[in-house]
Protein backbone atom coordinates (compact mmCIF):
# COMPACT_ATOMS: atom_id res chain seq x y z
CA UNK A 1 0.00 0.00 0.00
CA UNK A 2 1.00 3.65 -0.31
CA UNK A 3 2.28 5.30 2.64
CA UNK A 4 1.39 8.76 3.46
CA UNK A 5 4.29 10.81 5.10
CA UNK A 6 3.16 14.34 6.93
CA UNK A 7 5.87 16.43 6.86
CA UNK A 8 6.04 19.50 9.66
CA UNK A 9 8.57 21.84 7.90
CA UNK A 10 9.18 24.27 11.42
CA UNK A 11 9.84 20.66 13.33
CA UNK A 12 13.23 22.21 15.13
CA UNK A 13 13.30 25.58 14.12
CA UNK A 14 12.42 24.89 10.19
CA UNK A 15 15.39 22.12 9.96
CA UNK A 16 13.43 19.32 9.27
CA UNK A 17 12.08 21.19 6.10
CA UNK A 18 16.01 21.45 5.27
CA UNK A 19 16.52 17.77 6.28
CA UNK A 20 13.77 17.03 3.72
CA UNK A 21 15.86 15.76 0.98
CA UNK A 22 18.30 13.37 3.00
CA UNK A 23 14.68 11.38 4.43
CA UNK A 24 13.37 11.51 1.04
CA UNK A 25 16.53 9.65 -0.38
CA UNK A 26 15.74 7.25 2.59
CA UNK A 27 12.82 6.15 2.20
CA UNK A 28 12.94 5.50 -1.78
CA UNK A 29 16.31 3.80 -0.88
CA UNK A 30 14.49 1.68 1.60
CA UNK A 31 11.94 1.29 -1.31
CA UNK A 32 8.69 2.80 0.75
CA UNK A 33 6.12 3.90 -1.55
CA UNK A 34 5.10 6.94 -0.23
CA UNK A 35 3.04 10.46 -1.04
CA UNK A 36 3.58 13.70 1.03
CA UNK A 37 1.90 17.01 2.24
CA UNK A 38 3.47 19.30 4.35
CA UNK A 39 1.40 21.21 7.19
CA UNK A 40 0.75 24.83 6.32
CA UNK A 41 -0.23 26.36 9.59
CA UNK A 42 -0.68 24.94 13.15
CA UNK A 43 -2.87 22.20 13.75
CA UNK A 44 -3.02 21.48 9.90
CA UNK A 45 -1.32 17.99 10.46
CA UNK A 46 -4.45 17.12 12.84
CA UNK A 47 -6.47 17.50 9.52
CA UNK A 48 -3.81 16.39 7.17
CA UNK A 49 -3.38 13.22 9.68
CA UNK A 50 -7.48 12.57 9.48
CA UNK A 51 -7.86 12.70 6.01
CA UNK A 52 -4.75 10.66 5.38
CA UNK A 53 -6.35 7.92 7.31
CA UNK A 54 -10.16 8.04 5.88
CA UNK A 55 -8.52 7.94 2.20
CA UNK A 56 -6.70 4.40 3.34
CA UNK A 57 -3.07 5.48 3.41
CA UNK A 58 -0.59 3.17 5.15
CA UNK A 59 1.21 3.46 7.04
CA UNK A 60 0.55 7.11 7.97
CA UNK A 61 4.09 8.58 8.74
CA UNK A 62 4.79 11.75 10.99
CA UNK A 63 8.03 13.70 9.53
CA UNK A 64 9.08 15.65 12.23
CA UNK A 65 9.26 16.31 15.96
CA UNK A 66 7.23 15.05 19.29
CA UNK A 67 4.58 17.50 18.79
CA UNK A 68 4.29 16.95 14.86
CA UNK A 69 3.60 12.66 16.27
CA UNK A 70 0.94 13.74 18.62
CA UNK A 71 -1.29 16.00 15.83
CA UNK A 72 -0.95 12.68 13.83
CA UNK A 73 -1.88 10.76 16.54
CA UNK A 74 -5.10 12.76 17.36
CA UNK A 75 -5.86 12.94 13.05
CA UNK A 76 -5.67 9.08 13.15
CA UNK A 77 -8.18 9.08 16.12
CA UNK A 78 -10.82 11.74 14.82
CA UNK A 79 -10.85 9.46 11.76
CA UNK A 80 -11.59 6.33 13.69
CA UNK A 81 -15.27 5.56 14.25
CA UNK A 82 -14.79 4.42 17.21
CA UNK A 83 -12.34 4.67 20.77
CA UNK A 84 -12.26 1.03 20.56
CA UNK A 85 -10.22 1.33 17.15
CA UNK A 86 -6.73 1.01 16.39
CA UNK A 87 -4.95 3.46 14.75
CA UNK A 88 -2.41 3.21 12.06
CA UNK A 89 -0.06 1.94 10.98
CA UNK A 90 2.06 4.35 12.07
CA UNK A 91 5.97 5.95 11.35
CA UNK A 92 8.40 7.85 12.45
CA UNK A 93 10.71 9.87 10.65
CA UNK A 94 12.84 11.83 13.57
CA UNK A 95 13.28 15.48 12.38
CA UNK A 96 12.63 17.17 15.36
CA UNK A 97 14.68 18.48 17.90
CA UNK A 98 14.47 16.18 21.11
CA UNK A 99 12.84 13.21 19.30
CA UNK A 100 12.03 12.66 22.96
CA UNK A 101 9.43 9.44 21.99
CA UNK A 102 11.79 7.91 19.27
CA UNK A 103 14.23 7.57 22.09
CA UNK A 104 11.84 6.18 24.32
CA UNK A 105 10.91 3.49 21.99
CA UNK A 106 14.30 2.87 20.82
CA UNK A 107 13.70 4.09 17.75
CA UNK A 108 16.99 4.81 15.43
CA UNK A 109 17.41 8.85 14.87
CA UNK A 110 19.32 7.97 11.69
CA UNK A 111 16.97 8.80 8.79
CA UNK A 112 18.19 5.68 6.55
CA UNK A 113 17.69 3.50 9.34
CA UNK A 114 14.02 4.97 10.60
CA UNK A 115 12.93 4.06 6.62
CA UNK A 116 14.08 0.77 7.33
CA UNK A 117 12.11 0.13 10.22
CA UNK A 118 9.11 1.63 8.70
CA UNK A 119 9.75 -0.61 5.04
CA UNK A 120 9.65 -3.69 7.56
CA UNK A 121 6.51 -2.84 8.61
CA UNK A 122 6.31 -4.71 11.89
CA UNK A 123 3.72 -3.05 14.27
CA UNK A 124 3.14 -3.08 17.94
CA UNK A 125 0.54 -1.90 19.91
CA UNK A 126 1.48 1.09 22.33
CA UNK A 127 -0.55 2.67 24.52
CA UNK A 128 -2.36 6.76 23.82
CA UNK A 129 -2.61 8.78 27.19
CA UNK A 130 -5.88 11.53 26.58
CA UNK A 131 -6.55 14.86 28.22
CA UNK A 132 -9.19 16.94 27.84
CA UNK A 133 -9.51 16.07 24.44
CA UNK A 134 -6.25 15.31 23.12
CA UNK A 135 -4.59 12.06 22.49
CA UNK A 136 -0.51 12.68 23.51
CA UNK A 137 1.50 9.60 22.84
CA UNK A 138 4.78 11.01 25.27
CA UNK A 139 3.39 13.09 27.95
CA UNK A 140 1.68 15.74 29.38
CA UNK A 141 1.78 18.10 31.75
CA UNK A 142 0.63 21.20 34.19
CA UNK A 143 2.81 23.66 35.75
CA UNK A 144 5.97 24.26 35.50
CA UNK A 145 6.81 21.83 32.90
CA UNK A 146 4.70 24.02 30.36
CA UNK A 147 5.62 26.78 32.21
CA UNK A 148 9.38 26.45 31.22
CA UNK A 149 7.63 25.29 27.80
CA UNK A 150 6.13 28.44 26.89
CA UNK A 151 9.84 30.34 28.40
CA UNK A 152 11.32 27.73 25.93
CA UNK A 153 9.38 28.99 22.74
CA UNK A 154 10.70 32.91 23.24
CA UNK A 155 13.87 31.89 22.80
CA UNK A 156 14.89 32.33 19.60
CA UNK A 157 19.46 32.88 19.51
CA UNK A 158 20.05 29.51 21.08
CA UNK A 159 19.28 25.94 19.27
CA UNK A 160 18.98 22.16 20.88
CA UNK A 161 19.09 21.09 23.93
CA UNK A 162 20.81 23.85 25.81
CA UNK A 163 17.76 26.05 24.84
CA UNK A 164 15.55 23.64 26.74
CA UNK A 165 18.05 23.62 29.78
CA UNK A 166 18.17 28.01 29.53
CA UNK A 167 13.90 27.60 29.54
CA UNK A 168 14.19 25.68 32.25
CA UNK A 169 16.81 28.04 34.73
CA UNK A 170 14.51 31.07 33.84
CA UNK A 171 11.80 28.93 34.37
CA UNK A 172 12.54 27.97 37.83
CA UNK A 173 13.44 31.45 38.54
CA UNK A 174 10.13 32.74 38.09
CA UNK A 175 9.15 30.21 40.44
CA UNK A 176 5.38 29.90 39.40
CA UNK A 177 3.73 27.67 41.87
CA UNK A 178 0.21 26.24 42.64
CA UNK A 179 -2.47 24.27 44.92
CA UNK A 180 -4.18 21.78 43.53
CA UNK A 181 -6.43 18.31 44.08
CA UNK A 182 -5.19 15.41 42.50
CA UNK A 183 -7.36 12.17 42.31
CA UNK A 184 -6.53 9.03 40.62
CA UNK A 185 -8.04 5.47 41.11
CA UNK A 186 -6.99 4.67 44.31
CA UNK A 187 -5.63 7.88 45.74
CA UNK A 188 -6.34 11.70 46.54
CA UNK A 189 -4.03 14.55 47.07
CA UNK A 190 -4.75 17.84 48.49
CA UNK A 191 -1.99 21.19 48.70
CA UNK A 192 0.59 22.93 47.22
CA UNK A 193 2.31 21.74 43.41
CA UNK A 194 5.35 22.84 41.74
CA UNK A 195 4.02 20.10 38.97
CA UNK A 196 2.00 17.82 37.77
CA UNK A 197 3.70 15.49 34.81
CA UNK A 198 1.73 12.79 33.03
CA UNK A 199 4.13 10.27 31.16
CA UNK A 200 3.39 7.13 28.82
CA UNK A 201 7.25 7.94 28.27
CA UNK A 202 9.72 8.39 30.36
CA UNK A 203 11.46 11.01 28.46
CA UNK A 204 10.88 14.72 27.58
CA UNK A 205 12.47 17.64 26.88
CA UNK A 206 15.88 16.05 25.83
CA UNK A 207 17.44 15.55 28.56
CA UNK A 208 14.19 15.36 31.00
CA UNK A 209 13.41 12.41 32.92
CA UNK A 210 9.84 13.59 34.46
CA UNK A 211 8.24 10.35 34.87
CA UNK A 212 11.63 8.00 34.98
CA UNK A 213 9.59 5.04 35.20
CA UNK A 214 6.43 5.41 32.44
CA UNK A 215 6.71 2.32 30.40
CA UNK A 216 4.06 2.98 27.01
CA UNK A 217 3.38 -0.47 27.08
CA UNK A 218 1.87 -1.11 30.62
CA UNK A 219 -1.44 0.26 30.12
CA UNK A 220 -0.86 2.67 33.00
CA UNK A 221 -0.38 6.52 32.63
CA UNK A 222 2.76 7.30 35.27
CA UNK A 223 2.38 10.42 37.05
CA UNK A 224 4.41 12.58 38.96
CA UNK A 225 3.81 15.23 41.43
CA UNK A 226 5.43 17.62 44.14
CA UNK A 227 6.20 20.89 45.60
CA UNK A 228 9.20 23.21 46.47
CA UNK A 229 9.04 26.35 47.99
CA UNK A 230 12.59 28.19 47.11
CA UNK A 231 14.39 28.77 44.05
CA UNK A 232 17.30 27.22 45.34
CA UNK A 233 15.61 23.80 46.40
CA UNK A 234 14.08 23.55 43.16
CA UNK A 235 17.71 24.12 41.16
CA UNK A 236 19.22 21.08 43.50
CA UNK A 237 16.33 19.04 42.03
CA UNK A 238 16.99 20.26 38.65
CA UNK A 239 19.88 17.86 38.08
CA UNK A 240 18.28 14.91 39.46
CA UNK A 241 15.54 15.01 36.77
CA UNK A 242 17.98 14.06 34.16
CA UNK A 243 18.15 10.55 35.72
CA UNK A 244 16.63 8.03 33.87
CA UNK A 245 17.05 5.56 37.11
CA UNK A 246 18.60 5.25 40.10
CA UNK A 247 19.03 8.96 42.46
CA UNK A 248 15.91 10.52 40.20
CA UNK A 249 13.83 13.07 41.16
CA UNK A 250 10.96 11.40 42.35
CA UNK A 251 13.03 9.61 45.26
CA UNK A 252 13.72 12.89 47.04
CA UNK A 253 10.91 13.77 49.92
CA UNK A 254 8.08 15.85 48.55
CA UNK A 255 7.68 14.09 45.83
CA UNK A 256 5.49 11.07 44.51
CA UNK A 257 5.22 9.24 41.36
CA UNK A 258 2.29 7.01 40.98
CA UNK A 259 0.71 4.86 38.14
CA UNK A 260 -2.80 5.16 37.44
CA UNK A 261 -5.76 4.47 34.76
CA UNK A 262 -7.16 7.88 35.22
CA UNK A 263 -6.21 11.31 36.68
CA UNK A 264 -8.49 14.07 37.82
CA UNK A 265 -6.53 17.43 38.56
CA UNK A 266 -8.25 20.34 39.49
CA UNK A 267 -5.44 23.86 40.62
CA UNK A 268 -6.60 26.95 42.16
CA UNK A 269 -5.28 29.42 39.80
CA UNK A 270 -4.82 28.91 36.13
CA UNK A 271 -1.71 26.94 35.24
CA UNK A 272 -0.45 26.23 31.41
CA UNK A 273 -1.06 22.84 30.22
CA UNK A 274 0.80 20.86 27.09
CA UNK A 275 0.27 17.30 25.65
CA UNK A 276 3.32 16.31 23.46
CA UNK A 277 5.28 19.75 23.87
CA UNK A 278 2.24 21.51 22.54
CA UNK A 279 0.54 23.98 24.83
CA UNK A 280 -3.10 23.15 24.64
CA UNK A 281 -3.93 25.97 27.17
CA UNK A 282 -1.94 29.29 28.86
CA UNK A 283 -4.44 29.17 31.55
CA UNK A 284 -6.42 26.23 32.61
CA UNK A 285 -7.72 24.76 36.33
CA UNK A 286 -9.19 20.90 35.40
CA UNK A 287 -7.59 18.36 33.41
CA UNK A 288 -8.83 14.41 33.32
CA UNK A 289 -6.87 12.40 31.83
CA UNK A 290 -7.27 8.53 30.65
CA UNK A 291 -5.28 5.44 29.17
CA UNK A 292 -6.19 3.59 25.94
CA UNK A 293 -3.80 1.12 26.12
CA UNK A 294 -2.69 -0.41 23.17
CA UNK A 295 -4.52 1.78 20.76
CA UNK A 296 -1.60 2.81 18.46
CA UNK A 297 -0.04 0.81 15.79
CA UNK A 298 3.39 1.89 15.80
CA UNK A 299 5.87 0.63 13.16
CA UNK A 300 9.62 -0.70 15.51
CA UNK A 301 12.60 -2.67 14.92
Do not use: C
Not at 152 to 159: A, D, G, L, N, S
Not at 260 to 281: L, M, N, Q, R, Y
Amino acid sequence: MTAKVILNPYSNRWNAKTRWPEAEAALKAAGVDFELVVSERPRHIIDLAEQAAREGFSPIIAAGGDGTIGEVVNGLAHAAKSEKDLLGPFGILPLGSANDLVDNLGLPTDLAKAAQVIAAGKARLMDLGYVNGFYFANNSAIGLEPYITLVQQRITWIKGMIRYLVAAVRGIMDNPQWKAKIEWDDGVYEGPVLLVTVGNGPRTGGVFYMAPHADPFDGKLTFVYGYRKTRLQIFKLLPLTMKPGEGSYVEKEGMWERQATWVKIHIEGPAPAHADGEIFSAGIQDLEYRIFPGRLQILLP
